[in-house]
Protein backbone atom coordinates (compact mmCIF):
# COMPACT_ATOMS: atom_id res chain seq x y z
CA UNK A 1 0.00 0.00 0.00
CA UNK A 2 1.36 3.44 -1.02
CA UNK A 3 2.22 5.49 1.77
CA UNK A 4 2.86 9.39 0.99
CA UNK A 5 4.75 11.30 3.79
CA UNK A 6 5.51 15.66 4.27
CA UNK A 7 7.85 16.97 6.39
CA UNK A 8 8.18 19.15 8.41
CA UNK A 9 4.57 18.72 9.40
CA UNK A 10 4.61 22.67 10.33
CA UNK A 11 7.19 25.11 8.85
CA UNK A 12 7.17 28.95 9.93
CA UNK A 13 9.61 30.94 7.79
CA UNK A 14 10.02 35.41 7.82
CA UNK A 15 8.87 36.70 4.35
CA UNK A 16 11.78 36.72 1.78
CA UNK A 17 13.27 33.31 2.78
CA UNK A 18 13.53 30.34 -0.04
CA UNK A 19 12.07 27.57 1.65
CA UNK A 20 11.84 23.48 0.59
CA UNK A 21 8.72 21.30 0.98
CA UNK A 22 9.30 17.43 1.23
CA UNK A 23 7.09 14.76 0.19
CA UNK A 24 8.56 10.77 0.11
CA UNK A 25 6.41 7.95 -0.86
CA UNK A 26 7.11 4.13 -0.71
CA UNK A 27 6.35 2.94 -3.52
CA UNK A 28 8.00 3.87 -6.41
CA UNK A 29 6.13 2.71 -9.25
CA UNK A 30 3.69 5.73 -9.71
CA UNK A 31 2.71 7.69 -12.76
CA UNK A 32 2.48 11.24 -11.62
CA UNK A 33 2.75 13.63 -8.11
CA UNK A 34 1.10 17.01 -7.93
CA UNK A 35 1.50 19.59 -5.62
CA UNK A 36 -1.40 21.36 -3.89
CA UNK A 37 -2.12 24.19 -1.42
CA UNK A 38 -5.18 24.31 0.28
CA UNK A 39 -6.22 27.70 2.33
CA UNK A 40 -7.65 27.48 5.53
CA UNK A 41 -11.87 26.12 4.93
CA UNK A 42 -11.04 26.19 1.40
CA UNK A 43 -10.61 23.59 -1.52
CA UNK A 44 -7.65 22.29 -3.14
CA UNK A 45 -5.65 24.70 -5.57
CA UNK A 46 -3.38 22.82 -8.15
CA UNK A 47 0.30 24.27 -8.03
CA UNK A 48 2.20 21.66 -10.01
CA UNK A 49 2.04 18.27 -11.79
CA UNK A 50 5.25 16.40 -12.72
CA UNK A 51 4.98 13.14 -15.16
CA UNK A 52 7.14 10.26 -13.81
CA UNK A 53 9.27 10.53 -16.44
CA UNK A 54 9.94 14.34 -15.63
CA UNK A 55 12.40 15.46 -12.95
CA UNK A 56 11.02 18.84 -12.32
CA UNK A 57 8.54 21.18 -13.15
CA UNK A 58 8.16 25.39 -12.87
CA UNK A 59 5.73 27.44 -12.37
CA UNK A 60 6.53 31.49 -11.16
CA UNK A 61 8.52 31.16 -7.79
CA UNK A 62 7.87 27.00 -7.47
CA UNK A 63 9.81 24.67 -8.33
CA UNK A 64 9.01 20.51 -7.87
CA UNK A 65 11.49 17.95 -8.43
CA UNK A 66 11.02 14.42 -8.85
CA UNK A 67 13.34 11.60 -8.21
CA UNK A 68 11.40 8.90 -8.47
CA UNK A 69 13.64 5.95 -7.85
CA UNK A 70 14.33 7.34 -4.27
CA UNK A 71 10.41 8.21 -3.45
CA UNK A 72 10.59 11.68 -3.20
CA UNK A 73 9.86 15.28 -4.60
CA UNK A 74 10.86 18.50 -2.88
CA UNK A 75 8.47 21.66 -3.82
CA UNK A 76 11.02 24.88 -3.92
CA UNK A 77 9.57 28.34 -2.99
CA UNK A 78 11.85 31.04 -4.02
CA UNK A 79 11.46 34.34 -1.87
CA UNK A 80 8.73 33.46 0.38
CA UNK A 81 5.52 35.74 0.92
CA UNK A 82 3.16 36.09 3.80
CA UNK A 83 0.38 35.16 0.75
CA UNK A 84 2.44 31.55 0.26
CA UNK A 85 0.85 31.04 3.87
CA UNK A 86 -1.14 27.78 3.31
CA UNK A 87 -0.78 24.20 3.82
CA UNK A 88 0.40 22.27 1.18
CA UNK A 89 -0.04 19.00 -0.23
CA UNK A 90 1.62 16.28 -2.46
CA UNK A 91 -0.48 13.54 -3.79
CA UNK A 92 0.87 10.93 -6.32
CA UNK A 93 -1.37 8.61 -8.20
CA UNK A 94 -0.56 5.02 -9.06
CA UNK A 95 -2.20 2.84 -11.72
CA UNK A 96 -1.93 -0.97 -12.62
CA UNK A 97 -4.36 -3.77 -13.15
CA UNK A 98 -6.92 -1.46 -13.98
CA UNK A 99 -7.43 1.37 -11.24
CA UNK A 100 -6.22 4.43 -10.93
CA UNK A 101 -5.96 5.43 -6.98
CA UNK A 102 -4.52 8.51 -5.63
CA UNK A 103 -2.82 8.76 -2.38
CA UNK A 104 -1.86 11.85 -0.41
CA UNK A 105 0.56 13.05 1.86
CA UNK A 106 -0.70 15.22 5.28
CA UNK A 107 0.70 18.25 4.13
CA UNK A 108 3.36 21.02 5.37
CA UNK A 109 1.78 23.66 6.83
CA UNK A 110 3.32 26.92 6.23
CA UNK A 111 3.37 30.58 7.51
CA UNK A 112 5.43 33.17 6.23
CA UNK A 113 5.90 36.03 8.56
CA UNK A 114 6.18 39.37 7.59
CA UNK B 1 -15.68 28.66 -16.48
CA UNK B 2 -13.71 25.08 -15.37
CA UNK B 3 -14.74 24.17 -12.19
CA UNK B 4 -16.20 21.36 -10.12
CA UNK B 5 -19.17 21.71 -8.20
CA UNK B 6 -20.39 20.31 -4.86
CA UNK B 7 -23.44 20.50 -2.64
CA UNK B 8 -24.12 21.18 0.08
CA UNK B 9 -21.42 23.00 1.39
CA UNK B 10 -22.79 22.24 4.95
CA UNK B 11 -24.67 19.86 6.04
CA UNK B 12 -25.80 18.81 9.97
CA UNK B 13 -27.59 15.58 10.08
CA UNK B 14 -28.53 12.67 12.56
CA UNK B 15 -27.49 9.14 12.58
CA UNK B 16 -29.08 6.71 10.52
CA UNK B 17 -30.54 9.78 7.71
CA UNK B 18 -29.82 8.94 4.58
CA UNK B 19 -27.84 11.59 2.52
CA UNK B 20 -26.54 12.15 -1.00
CA UNK B 21 -23.64 14.95 -1.48
CA UNK B 22 -23.83 16.30 -5.16
CA UNK B 23 -20.70 16.38 -7.38
CA UNK B 24 -20.64 17.91 -11.07
CA UNK B 25 -18.18 18.59 -13.33
CA UNK B 26 -17.93 21.05 -16.73
CA UNK B 27 -14.51 20.03 -18.09
CA UNK B 28 -15.99 16.77 -19.99
CA UNK B 29 -13.08 14.78 -17.13
CA UNK B 30 -13.21 11.39 -17.15
CA UNK B 31 -11.88 10.71 -13.65
CA UNK B 32 -13.85 11.21 -10.63
CA UNK B 33 -13.05 10.50 -7.36
CA UNK B 34 -13.68 11.34 -3.51
CA UNK B 35 -12.47 12.17 -0.50
CA UNK B 36 -11.87 12.58 3.17
CA UNK B 37 -9.94 14.60 5.02
CA UNK B 38 -9.50 14.46 8.71
CA UNK B 39 -7.18 16.26 11.28
CA UNK B 40 -3.78 14.42 11.39
CA UNK B 41 -4.94 11.71 8.40
CA UNK B 42 -4.97 13.92 5.39
CA UNK B 43 -6.90 13.15 2.51
CA UNK B 44 -7.86 9.45 1.74
CA UNK B 45 -9.52 8.68 -0.94
CA UNK B 46 -13.66 6.93 -0.56
CA UNK B 47 -13.92 5.93 -3.92
CA UNK B 48 -13.52 6.57 -7.34
CA UNK B 49 -14.41 6.32 -10.70
CA UNK B 50 -12.33 6.37 -14.23
CA UNK B 51 -15.70 7.04 -16.65
CA UNK B 52 -19.52 6.28 -16.43
CA UNK B 53 -20.77 3.30 -14.96
CA UNK B 54 -17.15 2.24 -13.61
CA UNK B 55 -16.13 2.67 -10.28
CA UNK B 56 -13.83 1.31 -7.65
CA UNK B 57 -12.95 1.68 -3.87
CA UNK B 58 -10.09 4.06 -2.30
CA UNK B 59 -8.90 3.23 0.73
CA UNK B 60 -11.92 4.22 2.84
CA UNK B 61 -14.84 3.13 0.76
CA UNK B 62 -16.81 1.93 3.75
CA UNK B 63 -20.11 3.25 4.73
CA UNK B 64 -20.34 5.00 1.79
CA UNK B 65 -21.85 4.29 -1.95
CA UNK B 66 -21.51 6.07 -5.46
CA UNK B 67 -22.84 6.18 -8.92
CA UNK B 68 -21.64 7.38 -11.88
CA UNK B 69 -24.36 7.39 -14.22
CA UNK B 70 -23.49 10.09 -16.46
CA UNK B 71 -20.00 11.79 -17.12
CA UNK B 72 -20.42 15.37 -15.18
CA UNK B 73 -22.18 14.08 -12.38
CA UNK B 74 -20.60 11.94 -9.01
CA UNK B 75 -22.65 11.50 -6.20
CA UNK B 76 -21.13 10.48 -2.89
CA UNK B 77 -23.99 8.48 -1.14
CA UNK B 78 -24.44 7.98 3.01
CA UNK B 79 -27.03 5.50 3.70
CA UNK B 80 -26.90 5.38 7.13
CA UNK B 81 -24.58 8.08 8.19
CA UNK B 82 -23.21 7.69 11.47
CA UNK B 83 -20.79 10.18 14.04
CA UNK B 84 -17.29 8.69 12.80
CA UNK B 85 -18.54 10.44 9.43
CA UNK B 86 -18.00 13.43 10.13
CA UNK B 87 -15.12 15.06 7.86
CA UNK B 88 -14.47 17.54 5.40
CA UNK B 89 -15.47 16.08 1.81
CA UNK B 90 -14.32 17.05 -1.54
CA UNK B 91 -15.06 15.73 -4.88
CA UNK B 92 -12.96 16.14 -7.77
CA UNK B 93 -12.20 15.41 -11.50
CA UNK B 94 -9.17 14.76 -14.24
CA UNK B 95 -8.50 13.36 -17.87
CA UNK B 96 -8.61 10.23 -18.35
CA UNK B 97 -5.13 9.18 -17.44
CA UNK B 98 -2.13 8.93 -20.51
CA UNK B 99 1.10 8.29 -19.56
CA UNK B 100 3.01 12.40 -20.55
CA UNK B 101 0.31 13.84 -20.44
CA UNK B 102 -0.81 16.56 -18.32
CA UNK B 103 -3.69 14.89 -16.13
CA UNK B 104 -3.77 17.54 -13.89
CA UNK B 105 -6.83 17.41 -11.13
CA UNK B 106 -9.23 19.78 -9.81
CA UNK B 107 -11.00 20.10 -6.61
CA UNK B 108 -14.44 21.35 -5.33
CA UNK B 109 -14.38 23.55 -2.25
CA UNK B 110 -15.09 21.00 0.12
CA UNK B 111 -18.43 19.83 2.00
CA UNK B 112 -18.38 19.88 5.82
CA UNK B 113 -20.42 17.14 7.21
CA UNK B 114 -21.40 17.13 10.66
CA UNK B 115 -23.16 13.65 12.14
CA UNK B 116 -24.99 13.60 15.13
Known amino acids: KQEVTQIPAALSVPEGENLVLNCSFTDSAIYNLQWFRQDPGKGLTSLLLIQSSQREQTSGRLNASLDKSSGRSTLYIAASQPGDSATYLC?????????????FGTGTKLQVIP | EAQVTQNPRYLITVTGKKLTVTCSQN?????MSWYRQDPGLGLRQIYY???????DKGDVPEGYKVSRKEKRNFPLILESPSPNQTSLYFC???????????????FGQGTRLTVV
Open chain 2, 27 to 31: MNHEY
Open chain 2, 49 to 55: SMNVEVT
Open chain 1, 91 to 103: AVKATGGGYQKVT
Open chain 2, 92 to 106: ASSPRFVPEEDTEAF
